[in-house]
C-alpha cells in the first residue's frame, strides 16, 4: 500500500468524531466520514509505519445499521454526517466513543451516567452560518454550506431539515434576489468581489430573528429594496433585525470590522428556564435552545445544595450558566475573554433581576488572579481545545472542593481530567449531552470532587 494508491476497505470500528478504521496489509486504515459496516473505495493520501490515512471516494457496501437519508441536500452538503444512523444509535455511539476516550486516558472509577438526546432531531439549530459561492468554477452564485470534502466550493442548502422553514424561506428569498441582481461573488482566492456569507439567528421561545449579511466592501450596494423584500416575507417568527457587516479580512471567516443596522435592532431575545437573554448576532450562545436547557439542568443536578456557595464561571460567554446557577447559589463570579460578551452578560444579569453574579472581561489565565474570593464550585465551559495548562493549573491551585466541566470536545476534556485527577480531583459522575443530532459532536458534563 502506497501513497495514491486506490483500495477497498472494511471498516470495522469507530474513532471519535467520525473516521473510520479498517485493515489493509495489516496496517491500521484511518477513513473520515465513514462508519463500521461500511465497505468503501478509499484514495491513501498518507501512509505511516503503524497506519495510513485514506480519504472515501465510494461507499461500496453499506452498513447493516444504515437507514435512507432524510434530506434532499445528502451526500453534497458537508454536514449532518450521521443522518443515515437512527437516532438510537446515534446516542449510543457518542456515548460509547466518549466513554472510551475517558478510559483510555485513565479516568478511573466514576460513574458513566449515559447521555441524554435532544428535545428536537430536526429543526433544532437557532443559527446557520451560510456562505457564498458556486459548486463549479464560474458556475451560478448559491448560498448555503460548504460542499462535502470540498471547501471552496459551496451548495444551496434551501431544504435543510435541522432548521425550521424560516431560515429556509429567508435563504431562498436573498439567493434569488442577488442572482437577479447579478451581484458579484466575493472571491476568496483572488479576494475580489462582494457576497461573502450570510448569518441568520431565531429564538425558539421567542421566536425573534435577527439577519446579517456579510460583505467586503469593494462596492457601494443599496439594501433599501431588499430590506423591503425580506421584511414582507410571510414566516412563522417575527424578524426583529436586519444588519449588514463589512468584512475585508483575507482569511474565509466572518470578522466583524464593522456592523450597520439596515432594520430593526441588533440582538434577539432567548428564553432558557424562565431567564431572558438578549443575544447580539456574533455573541457565542448554544445553538441547540431546548438542548441547551437540558444540559444547564444537569449542572444545576451536579451542584446539588449551593445556597451558601460561591461558584466561579470561567470562560463563561454571554453568562448563561452563571445566570442560571445564580438562582441557586450565593454569589457567581464569571470570566470571559470577548468584552462584548461580558456586557451583554452584565446586562442580561440586571434584566433578570440577579444581584448576586458580575462578570468580569479578560483572558481567565490572568483575571483569575484578581479573585479574592474562594470559590466553593468552579464551573469551566471552555472552546473546543479545552482550557490551557497553565490556566489550569491556577484553576487547581483554588483547592474548590467542587469542579463541574461542561465539554464539547471530549478529546480536548480527557487531557484536561488527567491533569486534574493529578492535581487531586477525583472524576465522580459523566454524563453526556446531544446538542447536535445527526452530527458528530456531542457536549459532555463531568463533576469533579478535591480528594
Not at 465497505?39 to 493520501?45: G, R
Not at 466518549?98 to 428536537?120: C, Q, W
Not at 452560518?129 to 468554477?137: C, D, H, L, Q
Not at 466583524?256 to 432594520?263: M, S
Amino acid at each position: 500500500m502506497k501513497k495514491k494508491d486506490m483500495i477497498e476497505i472494511k471498516i470495522e470500528a469507530l474513532e471519535f468524531p467520525s473516521k473510520g478504521i479498517g485493515y489493509c496489509e495489516g496496517k491500521k486504515v484511518y477513513v473520515k466520514n465513514t462508519m463500521p459496516g461500511q465497505t468503501v473505495l478509499a484514495y491513501i493520501k498518507k501512509t505511516r509505519k503503524d497506519h495510513a490515512e485514506g480519504k472515501l471516494m465510494e461507499v461500496i457496501e453499506r452498513s447493516p445499521i444504515e437507514i435512507q437519508s432524510f434530506c434532499d441536500h445528502f451526500g453534497s452538503c458537508g454536514g449532518c454526517a450521521n443522518q443515515t444512523i437512527p437516532y438510537e444509535k446515534q446516542l449510543e455511539i457518542k456515548a460509547n466513543l466518549v466513554k472510551k476516550i475517558l478510559d483510555d486516558a485513565g479516568i478511573k472509577d466514576y460513574k458513566f451516567l449515559g447521555i441524554e438526546g435532544s428535545p428536537e432531531t430536526f429543526a433544532y439549530r437557532n443559527k446557520m452560518e451560510y456562505s457564498f459561492g458556486n459548486e463549479k468554477k464560474d458556475g451560478e452564485l448559491n448560498l448555503g454550506m460548504h460542499k462535502k470534502g470540498r471547501f471552496r466550493d459551496v451548495v444551496t442548502v434551501d431544504k435543510c431539515k435541522i432548521v425550521d422553514e424560516d431560515f429556509n424561506t429567508i435563504l431562498a428569498t436573498m439567493l434569488n434576489y442577488f442572482r437577479e441582481k447579478e451581484v458579484p461573488l466575493y472571491n476568496n482566492k483572488s479576494h475580489e468581489g462582494y457576497l461573502r456569507h450570510f448569518i441568520v439567528r431565531k429564538a425558539k421561545k421567542t421566536k425573534e430573528i435577527v439577519i446579517d449579511l456579510v460583505t467586503s466592501t469593494q462596492i457601494t450596494f443599496d439594501m433599501t429594496e431588499l430590506v423591503a423584500i425580506i421584511k414582507s416575507l410571510d414566516l412563522e417568527g417575527k424578524l426583529v433585525g436586519f444588519l449588514h457587516t463589512f468584512n475585508d479580512n483575507v482569511s474565509d471567516s466572518v470578522v466583524n470590522e464593522k456592523t450597520d443596522i439596515l432594520w430593526g435592532q441588533d440582538y434577539f431575545t432567548e428564553e432558557i428556564l424562565g431567564l431572558k437573554f438578549k443575544i447580539s448576532i456574533f455573541s457565542f450562545f448554544q445553538t441547540n435552545s431546548l438542548g441547551a436547557e437540558k444540559l444547564y439542568s444537569m449542572v444545576l443536578d451536579f451542584m446539588g445544595e449551593a445556597d451558601k456557595k460561591n461558584v466561579f464561571d470561567l470562560y463563561c460567554g454571554t453568562g448563561t450558566i452563571g445566570q442560571i446557577v445564580a438562582k441557586k447559589a450565593e454569589k457567581v463570579v464569571g470570566i470571559e475573554l470577548v468584552e462584548e460578551a461580558v456586557e451583554v452578560a452584565n446586562k442580561n444579569a440586571q434584566a433578570n433581576g440577579l444581584t448576586n453574579c458580575k462578570f468580569i472581561a479578560g483572558d481567565v489565565l490572568k483575571k483569575i488572579d484578581e479573585l479574592t474570593t474562594k470559590p466553593d464550585i468552579i464551573i469551566l465551559d471552555p472552546p473546543r481545545v479545552g482550557v490551557n495548562p497553565k490556566a489550569l493549573k491556577k484553576v487547581l491551585d483554588y483547592n474548590a472542593p467542587e469542579i463541574i466541566y461542561v465539554s464539547c470536545n471530549p478529546r480536548s476534556l480527557a487531557e484536561n481530567l488527567v491533569d486534574m485527577q493529578k492535581s487531586g480531583y477525583r472524576v465522580e459522575k459523566v454524563k453526556c449531552m446531544d446538542m447536535f443530532p445527526h452530527t458528530p459532536h456531542v457536549e459532555t458534563v463531568v463533576v469533579l470532587y478535591r480528594k
